[in-house]
């Protein structure tokens, strides 16, 4: 069995013996070593070339911020999983984080005197996310794994016009979000909904940076919000993103109920409560991220004539969520993360215009 090396970065010792007993729990992790701060950090990823980084946010001598610099200047591939507290102040710096090169992050076990549940939420959290991106660095550098790209046929244009955008992500998503929505005209003339896989307190924050830079207005969803166009609302972590139909369109309805897909918010009950409410009218748009959530509700708004539109291997962090998507013949397109923007507005104003 091939082993995945990773070095551990933390200024707290009980921190440093959770994550490494966690990762002891895989068979198919090693820890190649520990580093109590940026400094030793930089110097260890040089000595033992590892293949995966956890990297604490807030060290002596240098922080994480620092240590990712300095990394990703010798090292731009290797997967750096930072390791952030759930505060503002932690959220703000994870996405600062993000913003410069991280490949994703974890928070920490809000209370570590549960020694046993701490080393399970270290385990749970890290694990999948070590293993997602060890296997996309030991591949062809650039390509994500090969997975077949099946596109989808139609015999005839669609003629129901755009009447609201959908967009799904995961592993490696605020980022692609920062670079997609900034993209699209204040005039785009339908409302956006995002679900991205992120704890409360962290879609606040991401919210507020992605409204400064974008044309658009984004804010994090409240309950009963009307969904207006012009307007971006972002799931708020920890709760389920569902719309109703009303009489002036839709309105937001969030809920608690059961995770699915493993995600709370998830993609998928997203995807079901548009289509009752949009049904081929949504246009649907799935970016970076691990696992598969959004496929079964992609699924089903192909077959009411949705459009859907993925995020390409070769600009994906992870091309889970866009590959599973693709991979079963559900995309009318397969982009690179630069183009989407223009095709999701060419296909709003195509299908306006067709429709008139």
């Not at 859907?308 to 079963?328: C, F, H, K, R, T």
Request: net charge neutral; with cysteine; hydrophobic share 45%.
């Amino acid at each position: 069995m091939t082993q995945i090396r990773v070095l551990v970065v933390d200024d707290s010792a009980l921190v440093r013996r959770l994550v490494r007993t966690a990762l002891q729990q895989a068979a198919d992790i090693e820890v190649a070593g520990v580093a109590r701060d940026g400094v030793e950090a930089v110097r260890m990823v040089d000595e033992l070339r590892p293949d995966v980084v956890t990297l604490d946010i807030e060290m002596p001598n240098l922080d994480g911020l620092g240590a990712l610099t300095q990394i990703r200047e010798k090292h731009a591939r290797l997967p750096v999983i930072m390791f952030s507290t759930l505060t503002e102040r932690g959220a703000t710096a994870t996405l600062d984080a993000l913003s410069r090169g991280a490949s994703d992050y974890v928070t920490k076990p809000s209370n570590t005197g549960q020694i046993a549940d701490g080393i399970a939420a270290i385990r749970d959290q890290l694990v999948p996310r070590i293993r997602a991106l060890a296997g996309i660095r030991k591949l062809t550098p650039g390509v994500g794994g090969g997975r077949p790209v099946v596109r989808r046929e139609r015999a005839l244009p669609p003629a129901t016009p755009v009447s609201a955008l959908l967009i799904g992500c995961s592993t490696g998503g605020p980022d692609a979000l920062a670079r997609l929505l900034p993209q699209l005209p204040a005039d785009l003339g339908v409302p956006v909904l995002v679900v991205q896989h992120m704890p409360p307190v962290f879609t606040a924050m991401l919210a507020q940076r992605l409204d400064k830079a974008s044309a658009l207005t984004v804010r994090e969803a409240a309950d009963g919000d009307d969904v207006r166009p012009g307007e971006v609302l972002i799931a708020p972590g920890d709760f389920h993103l569902r719309l109703r139909r009303t009489a002036l369109g839709a309105r937001v309805v969030l809920d608690q109920g059961p995770q699915e897909n493993f995600c709370r918010p998830a993609v998928d009950v997203l995807f079901r409560s548009a289509l009752e409410v949009y049904g081929g009218g949504a246009l649907a748009t799935v970016l970076t991220g691990m696992g598969q959530d959004g496929l079964a509700g992609a699924r089903e708004l192909a077959a009411a004539g949705a459009r859907i539109v993925v995020q390409d291997e070769e600009s994906s962090v992870v091309w889970g969520m866009p590959g599973a998507v693709a991979g079963a013949g559900l995309a009318d397109d397969v982009l690179p993360l630069e183009r989407l923007a223009e095709r999701i507005s060419a296909t709003v104003r195509r299908s306006r215009t067709a429709a008139v």
